[in-house]
């Protein structure tokens, strides 16, 4: 079974950073996708970024395109949120997840849907006030 567990959440004032860390442990599996998800109240749950095996090919959402940038480090297991030039808008619980969104080296037509995640993690909370 593989276990998800983020941190780094917090609150900030608008304009401001933070770095969301997500570390994995269990089993290896056929997963090839890490995922960034959030959920505000009242709102549907939505893809924030993903990021595959190698770490090479990244995908946004294009409401944080070119604030926030996802990496791995796959010698500690841990993928990572860099959200920069934050936004009130930006307040959810974030939540890491791991699934499947690439076949061949191509994207799937959804990357970012939730259907394609197995595993998630418990959610950090991001706030960001004006």
């Known amino acids: 079974q593989v276990q998800l567990v983020e941190s780094g959440g917090g609150s900030v004032q608008a304009g401001g950073s933070l770095r969301l860390s997500c570390a994995a442990s269990g089993y290896t599996d056929s997963s090839n996708c890490m995922g960034w998800f959030r959920q505000a109240p009242g709102k549907e749950r939505e893809g924030v970024a993903a990021?595959?095996?190698?770490?090479?090919?990244?995908h946004y959402a294009d409401s944080v395109k070119g604030r926030f940038t996802i990496s791995r480090d796959n010698a500690k297991n841990t993928v990572y949120l860099q959200m920069n030039s934050l936004k009130p808008e930006d307040t959810a619980m974030y939540y890491c997840?791991?699934?499947?969104?690439?076949?061949?080296?191509?994207?799937?037509?959804?990357?970012?849907?939730?259907?394609?995640?197995?595993?998630w993690g418990q959610g950090t909370q991001v706030t960001v006030s004006s």
């Open positions: 990021i595959d095996r190698g770490g090479g090919s990244t």
């Open positions: 997840a791991r699934g499947r969104c690439l076949i061949g080296g191509f994207w799937y037509q959804r990357p970012l849907s939730p259907e394609r995640y197995n595993y």
